[in-house]
């Protein structure tokens, strides 16, 4: 208003005609006051409506302590909603991660009434952080689905006695100064000041004297000076004709930050420049503004994020018709109409319901903006009355159906007579399909319930907080064939539950519903309790029950509930007792049965272990429970490495055939303890008859035993073949020695008779000679052969006499070395002859058996360079101390097929050999009552070690 004042009137005023101007203006003054004060009692009226709204509403700071709460908050939670403890953990949990750039969240919650009713919240949280990102304050609206809470409210807060004082909600004090100044004519931009109120003066904090232009300026605020200055220079040069201008002033006796407001206008007056006006404290409005605005943002922030709500105010007219001052955008997504089209024309509100329901709403919402009681039991208040009702919108676009539910309260003004209303409305389409799917699922329960073998039940706690929960809230009708009772009469008589059950399972059961209530407070999440219980029915029929009990948990984690089943499990108990008893007979026809029997399931990932006999340990060394925890175990680290392939080859032959039913699988296991088992496992297929499951039934014995005899069987076997073998082979040759004899013995004499009578003189005498010579010669060979071969058989004489191992080798060096081919070298390790034992022998029969090991060995050797070395000494054996003999060549070596028949007559890998030199080394060695050792591998030569037992040299003299 001051912009439209004409200023020049003032110029040629009398200083009477002056003041007169001066209090038209402290009037204007005054009325500009009145309305901002009008504007302020407004503000006020919609925060009280806000915080008597049916929706939970509260303020936090920055440590989530509470700062305003509303009704509902206070009604729902007797207190702060979020008081220390896990519910305030929880919420900073919700609002962690939030931003300046993402203010704002939504989650769910409940709340627990006195009785036990579970009340759900839907909170919207929107924050304000400071500039360094901390926390500053919360500010959180809580959307509750509940019908009773929502009739409490209307009934205490709207109906009771909460009535608002418009007037006396802003009966503040308002501090006022005035002031007037002359400019300096030379400078303008100084200034006197000719009169400041004593008021003015106490907003600086000092004297009226003390209040100069230079202090005036010097406690504005450094933020504000420069802004201050840059309005007044506007002012004075004449570029503006009034200024106006919020600043921060620090008052000089306490300090105190105050915030204040200067408006004046400018006048000229006999040649003097000057200016007047007011100077008004606003501390309380400025920190009131910034809670409207915190308000504001929240209101904003609220509509943003509330998807499925829409807020509206709306302004009623004297007639009960309204006009849209504010509706959030849901408006929009649910009716397609933007808000601006009906902020402009309100009548799109009623276009946008389905067309069943416009009259009514039209109807109700006259009746309900002109203040009068309707049909609905709605009672009028000084803070207006909540008007539940439901709305169906039509998108305009897309034709979909949007179901809502609002909810709003009636502002009056001073007079009593409705000004304006506040609501919101909620989406309810999904409520009212999942109450259509609830309506459905309830008459299945019903249904279930008539049919159903089991009791189902929920308990409440009894009267008062400290009650105990043995109060039935409900049970199902199947009590009756299981109890013997209905439901009603245990509902009646909650004795006639505790009394079926036998009397030996009683103290148990108190025990355990005393360990439920303890759980339950303790760690609700895991107290759960399953027990098999007797009943003893009053028909005097007996039952098993199988009890399940559980908490209800709220989502603040309270205990609000215990609920339950119970299941008739007569059949199966009994089944059970057959069952154990069945085992318990198994188990002691295992015990006396010495082989390992176990059953397991065919499934897809492999075998699952049903059963396992004890004697599996005593099998294998390893605990059953290894085998029971993996059935693998046996095939992992039982099976004998060598075995593991052919054992599971067979056992997948057997799995996958369609026709065989059993197989039997021989193979090696070892022990726990190292030691090699030969076991025999029996396997057979079955299916069960009524729940078609495949099983494997195994039986695994122990079969070392019999293994091993037949190895010392076969072994016997081959050994006394071969003695026979030999036995003949001994028989034989003594034969043809014998035969052979007394043949070269006649050959021999009858040449020797021939070349003895013949005469030299005669050509054909001297070839003849010849001829008997040959014949004699070749006699010689093919005695030594049959002298063999009586060694070989034992059938020479023996002339035993003692002697001394080292000192015949020494004997027999220089005939060993006459023909040693070049590429063989010999090395010679002879024990002192001094402290060898002597052994009883033929010496010259010994001496044979050494020269035929040493030329084997040169033979062996061939071509290429190699090492025969001759050593004695003396060795322990289990039959006492024996002296020895040793050959060890380097040459080509025998592989096991060769050193088998290494000592048989007639055997030799030599192209020219005759297979004798062994078997008489092997006869000789044989007579002298000693021992051949023959060691040797392919390509890596031999040892022949010949072991006669040692006599000591003492010994013999005695």
């Known amino acids: 208003m001051a912009e439209n004042m004409d200023f020049s009137r003032f110029e040629g005023m009398s200083e009477e005609d002056m003041l007169l101007e001066i209090k038209a203006q402290l009037r204007i003054n005054q009325r500009l006051r009145d309305e901002l004060r009008a504007k302020r009692e407004y503000a006020q009226t919609l925060l009280a409506a806000l915080m008597g709204t049916p929706f939970v509403f509260c303020m936090l700071s920055h440590d989530l302590s509470p700062v305003h709460s509303n009704y509902m908050a206070d009604k729902l ?31 769910n919650d409940a ?22 990102g901390r926390l500053s304050k919360v500010m959180l609206h809580g959307k509750v689905e509940a019908e009773s809470i929502l009739a409490s409210w209307e009934h205490d807060f709207v109906d009771g006695d909460y009535g608002v004082d418009l007037r006396g909600l802003m009966n503040k004090t308002y501090v006022e100064g005035f002031w007037a100044l002359t400019f300096d004519t030379d400078t303008p931009a100084r200034f006197r000041l000719d009169f400041v109120s004593d008021a003015l003066a106490k907003i600086w904090g000092v004297s009226v004297p003390e209040l100069t232009a230079d202090l005036w300026l010097s406690s504005i605020d450094p933020r504000d000076i420069d802004a201050v200055k840059e309005t007044y220079v506007a002012f004075i040069s004449g570029h503006e004709a009034t200024f106006e201008s919020t600043y921060r002033i620090v008052a000089r006796d306490t300090g105190e930050l105050r915030h204040v407001k200067a408006m004046g206008t400018r006048y000229s007056y006999a040649g003097s420049l000057g200016a007047f006006g007011t100077i008004r404290d606003i501390t309380d409005e400025a920190r009131e503004e910034q809670e409207a605005s915190d308000v504001r943002a929240v209101a904003d922030s609220m509509s943003n994020d509330m998807v499925d709500e829409m807020m509206w105010v709306l302004s009623v007219t004297a007639t009960a018709d309204f006009s849209v001052q504010y509706i959030s955008p849901a408006w929009e997504r649910w009716t397609g109409i933007s808000s601006s089209e009906l902020m402009t024309d309100s009548s799109k509100h009623l276009d946008a319901i389905v067309p069943e329901q416009r009259e009514w709403v039209a109807r109700r919402l006259r009746q309900f903006h002109g203040g009068r009681p309707t049909d609905f039991n709605v009672t009028s208040t000084s803070l207006g009355s909540p008007r539940p009702y439901t709305v169906s919108y039509i998108h305009s676009v897309t034709g979909a159906i949007t179901v809502t539910k609002s909810h709003s309260a009636l502002l009056r003004d001073a007079t009593r007579t409705p000004v304006s209303s506040i609501g919101i409305s909620r989406d309810m389409t999904q409520t009212c399909q999942t109450m259509t799917v609830l309506r459905q699922t309830d008459g299945l329960f019903q249904l279930l319930d008539a049919m159903a073998q089991s009791t189902w039940w929920i308990r409440g706690r009894g009267a008062g907080d400290e009650g105990n929960w043995d109060h039935f809230v409900h049970i199902t009708q199947g009590c009756r064939e299981l109890f013997g009772h209905t439901a009603a009469e245990i509902m009646a008589d909650e004795s006639l539950w505790v009394g079926v059950i036998a009397p030996e399972g009683r103290e148990d059961l108190h025990n355990a519903v005393d360990v439920l209530y303890s759980a339950s407070i303790d760690d609700p999440a895991c107290a759960i ?21 559980r908490p209800v948990i709220n989502s603040r984690g309270q205990l609000t509930r215990i609920a339950g089943t119970v299941s008739d499990v007569t059949a199966i108990v009994e089944r ?75 056992f997948d032959a057997f799995m996958d055939s369609n026709v065989k039913q059993s197989a039997q699988i021989g193979h090696r296991i070892i022990r726990a303890d190292g030691t090699l088992k030969h076991v025999i496992a029996k396997v057979n297929r079955a299916t069960h008859e009524e729940s078609g499951v495949q099983y494997v039934l195994g039986m695994t014995y122990d079969a070392t035993g019999t293994v091993e005899s037949l190895e010392d069987k076969a ?45 030299p003189d005669s050509p054909t005498n001297g070839e003849l000679a010849l001829l008997m010579k040959e014949i004699v010669e070749s006699t010689a060979t093919v ?86 070395t001759v050593s004695t000494g003396t060795e322990t054996t289990e039959s006492g101390t024996a002296a020895f003999v040793r050959v060890a060549d380097t040459g080509c070596g025998m592989d096991a097929a060769v050193m088998d028949r290494l000592f048989e007559p007639m055997f030799s890998t030599k192209f020219t050999g005759r297979g004798l030199g062994m078997a008489a080394v092997k006869g000789i060695v044989d007579a002298h009552g000693g021992s051949i050792d023959v060691k040797s591998r392919a390509e890596q030569g031999t040892v022949l070690t010949v072991s006669l037992p040692g006599i000591c040299e003492t010994c013999c003299k005695l």
């Open 783 to 868: 005695d030594s052969i049959i002298a063999q071969l009586r060694m070989y058989t034992g059938q020479t004489e023996i002339n035993m006499g003692l002697v001394n191992l080292t000192a015949m080798v020494e004997q027999l060096r220089p005939f060993l070395l006459a023909d040693l081919p070049a590429n063989v070298s010999v090395a010679w390790q002879l024990a002192d002859q001094l402290s060898l034992l002597l052994v009883q022998a033929d010496e010259v029969q010994l001496g044979h058996a050494v020269e035929n090991l040493f030329m084997n060995g040169v033979e062996s050797i061939g071509t290429d360079e190699g090492v025969v």
């Open 111 to 132: 709340a627990t009434l006195p009785d036990g009713t579970l009340i759900p919240i839907l909170w919207t949280a929107s924050c304000s952080f400071q500039h360094n």
């Open 576 to 650: 059970q007792e057959r069952l154990a008893e069945y085992e318990a007979k198994l188990k002691a026809i295992m015990t006396q049965v010495e082989s390992y029997v176990y059953l397991a399931e065919i499934r897809e990932d492999g075998l699952k272990m049903v059963f396992a006999s004890e004697y599996f340990e005593t099998l294998t060394g390893y605990p059953v429970a290894a085998v029971m925890e993996n059935a693998s175990f046996w095939q992992m680290h039982i099976t004998h490495p060598d075995d593991v392939d052919k054992v599971q080859r067979e």
């Open 529 to 549: 309790t399953d027990a098999v219980r007797k009943l003893v029915l009053p028909s005097g029929e007996v039952k098993h029950a199988l009890f399940r009990s």
């Open 77 to 107: 939670f007797a207190g702060h909603p979020f008081p220390p403890g896990h519910r305030r953990e929880a919420l900073a949990a919700a609002l962690a991660g939030l931003t300046n750039a993402c203010p704002s969240t939504r989650f």
């Open 715 to 759: 072994l016997i076997q081959k050994q006394a073949h071969k003695a026979q073998r030999m036995e003949s082979l001994c028989v034989l040759s003594g034969m043809i020695a014998s035969d052979f004899t007394v043949a070269l013995r006649v050959i021999t004499g009858n040449a020797r008779s021939i070349i003895e009578t013949i005469t």
